[in-house]
């Protein structure tokens, strides 16, 4: 790579840098700050692979809740 080519790339990052910092000190939120886990609820309703998924966790809690349970008696 050459010289200009990094010096360019080095000013393109420089000013990303300074624009994030100036972003947060003026308190605006940012394109990742402003997700919500909750745009991902039902997602996954219609995946036949996450029903699956979900039926071996329940299944393996099922086995934890009873080895607990026989351990107590």
Known sequence: ???KNVENR???LEE???NILSALQN???TQAAVKDWRKSLGMFDD???MKEIDSAGQNIRKHERE???DDHS
């Open 27 to 29: 308190g605006q939120r």
């Open 47 to 49: 995946d036949s692979l």
């Open 67 to 69: 080895q607990v349970s």
């Open 10 to 12: 080095l000013n393109s």
């Open 16 to 18: 990303q840098v300074q």
């Open 1 to 3: 790579m050459n010289d």
